[in-house]
């Protein structure tokens, strides 16, 4: 049920992924991780992205791809909240979380990888929040120096 949801959001998936590398990244940064918030009590997954280099600078009013920068990427998502919460939080019973978030990794991989995401000139691993490695992919190729 789960990957039926995500496949009908894919297209819109890759597109948003498409139009977002696309963008120019400036020349200090050297990667950047996409994490996914997996689902917590009746909300839907979030997917940021956060590009770092050496010197981060935090400015919230500068729409450039800078080293320090962090972004929701508006995936398609919002309509997984409808799944039953108890999937997600009786842990003990059923451990939908942790059956969901390699899911949700590998969907969202193979959606970046469909957007042109393996040449994106950044390193750029993806990873689920509180799952440490759980999930983690290498999203490009690209190896980027100081």
Request: one cysteine or more; charged letters at 25%; hydrophobic letters at 40%.
């Amino acid at each position: 049920m789960y990957r039926q949801k995500l496949d009908r959001v894919s297209p819109t998936a890759i597109e948003v992924l498409r139009n977002h590398l696309l963008r120019p990244v400036e020349p200090g940064v050297l990667n950047a991780n996409v994490v996914i918030f997996p689902v917590d009590q009746g909300e839907s997954p979030a997917t940021w992205i956060y590009y770092s280099g050496n010197h981060n600078k935090v400015d919230h009013s500068d729409t450039r791809l800078f080293a320090g920068r962090s972004m929701e990427l508006p995936v398609g998502l919002e309509g997984l909240s409808d799944i039953d919460e108890r999937y997600f939080t009786d842990i003990d019973e059923f451990d939908g979380v942790g059956l969901v978030a390699p899911l949700l990794s590998r969907w969202l991989a193979e959606c970046w990888w469909k957007a042109g995401g393996w040449s994106y000139p950044v390193p750029t691993l993806l990873f689920v929040d509180e799952f440490g490695t759980m999930g983690r992919e290498v999203l490009t190729e690209a190896r980027r120096e100081a």
